[in-house]
């Protein structure tokens, strides 16, 4: 059984009040619910964090290295500004996958480039809270292959 840590940032907190026409009704507690079962099914563990505080995000980042198999992480406003989330990931050696709930390519240019996906092994973007489901599933996998080679 591995760890894998699923970290939010800012804003996310108001997840199923905050415009809910782009990012649904669904609040993020049901979204950390919706992760524990998966990551039950799939036989890991998940530590589930949210900050408003981009040093917060990289703290867990950094532990992470210690602890966890794999990050899913959706950066929220802090994928498109942040240079120093994207050190930390650099700084980390296993498999990450960037999830956003909404399609950011279908929306203001200034959210069409992401820091973070420069370290990415996989985004997903656009398919709601699901996404973090089937990001989920993607490091389970990614994590089986590199322990059966
Ligand atoms: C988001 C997209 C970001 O551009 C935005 O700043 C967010 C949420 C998403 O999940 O769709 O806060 O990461």
Redesign the pocket.
């Known amino acids: 059984m591995s760890v894998i840590f699923v970290l939010n940032?800012?804003?996310?907190n108001l997840l199923g009040k905050r415009q809910p026409h782009i990012?649904g009704h669904e609040t993020l507690a049901d979204v950390e619910v919706d992760c524990r079962r998966v990551a039950d099914e799939l036989g890991h563990q998940i530590r589930f964090h949210q900050s408003n505080r981009e040093y917060e995000i990289i703290d867990w980042i950094h532990e992470a290295r210690e602890e966890a198999a794999g990050i899913v992480i959706?950066?929220?406003?802090f994928?498109?500004t942040s240079v120093a989330i994207l050190d930390a990931l650099n700084a980390f050696e296993s498999p990450v996958i960037e999830?956003?709930?909404?399609n950011?390519h279908k929306?203001e240019a200034f959210?069409h480039h992401s820091y973070v996906s420069q370290r990415a092994d996989g985004v997903i973007?656009g398919l709601g809270t699901e996404g973090y489901r089937l990001a989920l599933r993607r490091i389970a996998s990614l994590i089986k292959a590199a322990a059966d080679k």
């Open positions: 940032g800012p804003n996310l990012y959706n950066p929220a406003a994928t498109h999830v956003h709930i909404s950011v929306r959210r973007a």
